[in-house]
């Protein structure tokens, strides 16, 4: 296995910005009013698929915090 401090990475620095924007912008909907009540409802629809994609993904395990 490869030294993690010896690896070669090219990151475009623009789709980092593009990642970091959906990001903020996912977060503040997350922090708002309308989030807490489409989930208290059940109609929220945006975070719920990214936590299942998450989950098949993690195939059912935790993500450590």
Do not use: C, Q, W
């Not at 970091?20 to 989030?35: E, G, I």
Request: aromatic share 4%; glycine share 4%; hydrophobic share 30%.
């Amino acid at each position: 296995m490869t030294n993690p401090n010896e690896l070669n990475i090219n990151i475009n620095p623009d789709e980092i910005k593009k990642i970091a924007k959906k990001y903020k912008k996912l977060k503040k909907y997350m922090r708002s009013p309308l989030f807490e009540v489409k989930k208290m409802d059940g109609n929220e629809k945006v975070i719920s698929k990214l936590m299942e994609h998450v989950e098949d993904l993690t195939n059912g395990e935790t993500l450590p915090s």
